[in-house]
């Protein structure tokens, strides 16, 4: 059986990954699905913890739950969903040796509208400054979340009712950092996606054509399952292909 590393999205909780950690548990598999820096509802200054997480925190805090998960030398399957895909993408590409697979869904490697994708750009370029520029990041405004009226899920919600502005430029930063290296990927990676993802635009797709070529890439794209599939309508569907994936030889 599989030993599996699953980050959660940014401002979300790995209760959202519930319906698919259990169904991976159910098989045998052993899952990690850690609550990242910042993100703790509990904590009555969250909002500002969230402003304040750098970008080193939080890949830090990858590589050290990466570490904890592999001490018995073997190497384990990473996934994450939304931001957590990211984080993973970033260990696969950087920790070669340590990751076996990668489960990357609804990564979002393009946001739409272009406008938000071109602004949050922009703003990942701040911490080329140092600590000057992440202290900009840090104050950059709180914004409220506008819930989609068109939205369905299965399961409740697990978020927080704000985003930081100084974490989405973040979110891009770490994206960049990943992408990196992911032509030098040699490991099998699925990708689950709705193609109709109200954040993100289906021409990042074509950033995995070239693994798509080699050979590694499973895509399944599931029209209807929402940028958040593990609590979306088809979350049973995410489930399965993930679970064949993990199991195929």
């Not at 696969?92 to 990751?99: D, E, M």
């Not at 979340?145 to 973040?170: M, N, Q």
């Not at 699925?190 to 021409?203: E, K, T």
Request: charged share 20%; proline share 5%.
């Amino acid at each position: 059986m599989a030993t599996i590393l699953l980050f959660h999205g940014m401002t979300s909780s790995p209760v959202e990954l519930a319906s698919l950690i259990d169904a991976l548990r159910t098989k045998g598999h052993e899952v990690h699905a850690p609550l990242l820096p910042g993100h703790d509802r509990n904590d009555k200054n969250v909002e500002e913890r969230l402003r304040a997480i750098s970008t080193e925190e939080y890949l830090r805090f990858a590589v050290s739950e990466l570490n904890s998960t592999t001490q018995s030398g073997k190497s384990i399957i990473v996934g994450g969903l939304s931001f957590g895909s990211l984080l993973a993408l970033y260990l696969a590409t950087q920790f070669s040796g340590k990751v076996s697979r990668l489960l990357l869904f609804s990564p979002p490697l393009l946001f739409k509208p272009p406008m938000k994708e071109f602004a949050l750009d922009i703003i990942s370029t701040l911490p080329n400054l140092g600590q000057i520029g992440e202290w900009v990041l840090s104050k950059l405004p709180l914004v409220d979340k506008v819930e989609r009226k068109d939205a369905v899920f299965s399961f409740p919600r697990s978020c927080l009712p704000i985003h930081s502005v100084g974490a989405g430029g973040r979110v891009v930063r770490i994206r960049k950092l990943a992408l990196k290296s992911l032509d030098m990927l040699q490991i099998k990676v699925l990708v689950i996606q709705d193609p109709f993802d109200h954040l993100l635009s289906n021409a990042e797709l074509q950033k995995f054509k070239a693994l798509q070529e080699r050979g590694l890439l499973t895509l399944v794209l599931i029209a209807g399952g929402e940028h958040e599939l593990a609590i979306g309508p088809r979350y049973g569907e995410v489930a399965s292909h993930t679970i064949k994936f993990i199991e195929e030889v």
